[in-house]
């Protein structure tokens, strides 16, 4: 069974920053995204950010392009978000994701961590 543990959540000012953390354990992978997303009261699920391996592409959603990088380290299933310039409109609840997508599909997720962006 693959856990995904998250760290970094918290209340940070507008303008401010803040790193999120994700490590997965229990299985390993080879072709396989990780990323984060998040879900604001009243909102769907968003993606944010995913880092495709074994080639190490990435995505951003429009909204947090230049303000957020994601970075991964494949070898130990764990990836990171940096979140800069924080927005109002950040706050949510952040979930990390795995996705095997060789073979048949998996898909894993975290319990969530609440970044709250005061002003």
């Known amino acids: 069974q693959v856990q995904l543990v998250e760290s970094g959540g918290g209340l940070v000012q507008v303008g401010g920053s803040l790193k999120l953390s994700c490590v997965a354990s229990g299985r390993t992978f080879s072709n396989f995204a990780m990323g984060w997303y998040r879900q604001a009261p009243g909102k769907e699920r968003e993606a944010v950010a995913r880092?495709?391996?074994?080639?190490?592409?990435?995505f951003y959603t429009d909204s947090v392009k230049g303000r957020f990088t994601i970075s991964s380290d494949p070898a130990k299933h764990t990836v990171y978000l940096q979140l800069n310039s924080v927005k109002s409109e950040d706050t949510a609840v952040y979930y990390c994701?795995?996705?095997?997508?060789?073979?048949?599909?998996?898909?894993?997720w975290g319990q969530g961590t609440q970044v709250t962006v005061s002003s």
């Open positions: 994701n795995l996705e095997k997508y060789e073979g048949q599909l998996e898909d894993y």
């Open positions: 880092i495709f391996w074994p080639v190490g592409s990435t």
